[in-house]
């Protein structure tokens, strides 16, 4: 019964596909987008930035194109979660946006503590510390309060995403050159579910550690002002964009503390509340 689930989203998206590729909304339709998108990754270029040739490309059609790009990813993955981007109000307008945005999460890129990770396989790694909430149910409607998420929530982990920032030009990057290419989703780090209750969520704070030198400090609170409200945005979003989010689903909130650009090293981050060390992320990077 889980793996129907868990298909559903991918049949959804594959049907999709010829429905975008034939909606005329403008030079280039989203699959064609999304096929600039999946033919740098394959040949492992960088990043287009789409909205240089499609200037008139709005939010709405971005995700279009995410959803076209997800369908075609989705018939060699599977899904593992989703995940929230610019969650705070100065990201948002560095991009020229009001809200945050939200992409897919693949099993492929999912990776165990201890990783070692090579920074030549990106285009331009970063590193985020972050919070993840399990889904123990399946999400099919809209959450009308935080109760209903609350209830949906299995455990609560830590995660270190590691985006993808290898884009052909940053100086001309939007915000719908982010939602269109899935929010820079790359690989991500899920370390072991912290003891933690739904009241004391938002009194979480992360370390981030570099051969023993500390780098970064991040709050929950930092996602969204409330990582409830983040994870509640974050699951609504979503729902409308791909109708159900299967049990299982890892949510991530978005970045706690600063989004930093990975250099080769030993890195540890640690999760706690006041004194109480809660659990630890390891990794390794290198050349």
């Not at 650009?261 to 060390?277: R, T, V």
Request: with cysteine; hydrophobic share 45%; net charge negative.
């Amino acid at each position: 019964m889980k793996r129907q689930r868990r298909c559903c989203i991918a049949l959804y998206l594959a049907a999709l596909v010829p429905l975008l590729s034939a909606l005329p909304l403008g030079a280039a339709e989203p699959g064609q987008l999304a096929e600039q998108l999946l033919v740098a990754e394959r040949q492992q270029t960088a990043i287009p930035v789409l909205s240089v040739s499609e200037p008139e490309m709005d939010l709405a059609k971005a995700y279009q194109v995410q959803q076209a790009y997800v369908a075609h990813r989705l018939q060699s993955d599977t899904l593992a979660g989703f995940k929230a981007g610019l969650t705070a109000k100065p990201g948002q307008q560095r991009f020229g946006l009001s809200e945050p945005v939200a992409g897919v999460l693949f099993a492929s890129g999912r990776l165990a503590n201890n990783a070692r990770i090579a920074r030549s396989d990106f285009g331009q790694l970063m590193i985020e510390t972050e919070l993840g909430l399990l889904l123990a149910k399946p999400l099919r409607h809209p959450l009308e309060d935080m109760a209903a998420l609350k209830s949906a929530v299995a455990a609560v982990v830590p995660v270190i995403e590691l985006p993808d920032l290898g884009f052909a030009d940053l100086k001309q990057l939007s915000g719908v050159d982010i939602v269109a290419a899935n929010v820079s989703a790359r690989r991500f780090i899920v370390g072991e579910p912290l003891a933690v209750d739904s009241e004391q969520l938002n009194q979480l704070s992360v370390s981030l550690m570099m051969n023993d030198q500390a780098i970064n400090h991040g709050h929950a609170s930092d996602a969204m002002g409330d990582q409830w409200q983040a994870a509640w945005w974050l699951a609504n979003t979503l729902l409308a964009q791909y109708g159900e989010l299967p049990a299982g689903s890892l949510l991530l909130t978005g970045a706690l503390g600063k989004m930093l650009p990975a250099k080769p090293g030993e890195y540890l981050a640690s999760y706690s509340i006041g004194q109480d060390k809660l659990g630890q992320v390891s990794f390794q990077i290198s050349e």
